[in-house]
């Protein structure tokens, strides 16, 4: 049993890298070296710098040099990537086999990323809101709503974390769960700092 859940993790997690992969590369081409360059001066800036620029260089084309742009595709990013979360780790629900703490971690961490892909969604909506201000009044409250929503969403995500925590739940379900995690939580982390970027050049 063991060896059928490691190999259908392997599997969904194979398919899915080829996916984002060629995603990227076919995003990448024709870009302009301006755009391309923009975004890695903007990487330089987050927590996680080569994971913010190999998840948003492919986008260049339509970010070009827009701190708004940038932020808002950083967050449409992570948005997708919470949602394949959420459907990798119901997957996992599936499996036979699993222990009561593990079933019960793992329906936590189902509702936790949900509701990051609910706050990641409503931070993408702000962040537009912010393009569309009229005045600094305006802008100030959609952004700081933005910031509110990226910082509860990275939360959630280090909730589901929390949840493998213990030694007890050590096992592959517990490392590719969390590998996971740390994957989103990188990606939010990092649209968080572009968020913060956008907002200091207004």
């Known amino acids: 049993m063991a060896k059928q859940i490691f190999y259908a993790l392997f599997l969904f997690l194979l398919s899915t890298t080829m996916e984002l992969t060629t995603a990227s590369y076919t995003a990448a081409a024709g870009t302009s070296k301006r755009a391309v360059n923009f975004i890695q001066a903007s990487c330089k800036s987050t927590t996680y710098p080569t994971v913010c620029f190999s998840s948003l ?3 260049a084309n339509s970010i070009q040099t827009s701190p708004q742009r940038l932020a808002e595709t950083a967050l449409t990013v992570t948005v997708s990537q919470a949602q394949s979360t959420k459907v990798f780790v119901s997957r996992l ?3 036979k086999g699993l222990k009561k703490r593990e079933v019960q971690a793992i329906r936590d961490c189902i509702e936790e990323i949900s509701d990051t892909v609910d706050r990641l969604t409503k931070s993408v909506q702000e962040v537009k809101m912010c ?3 009229k ?3 305006q802008f100030w409250f959609h952004m700081s709503n933005a910031q509110t929503w990226t910082s509860a969403a ?4 280090i909730t589901c974390s929390d949840g493998f925590a213990r ?3 050590d096992g592959r379900i517990k490392n590719s769960v969390r590998a996971r995690i740390v994957n989103l939580g990188r990606g939010t982390s990092n649209a ?3 968020i913060n970027a956008f907002a ?3």
């Not at 990275?154 to 995500?157: C, G, I, K, M, S």
């Open 93 to 95: 629900a599936r499996f």
């Open 192 to 194: 968080l700092a572009l």
């Open 131 to 133: 393009g569309r201000a």
């Open 154 to 157: 990275l939360t959630n995500a």
């Open 57 to 59: 260089s492919g986008y």
């Open 200 to 202: 200091k050049k207004y």
């Open 167 to 169: 030694r007890i739940m």
């Open 135 to 137: 005045g600094r009044d």
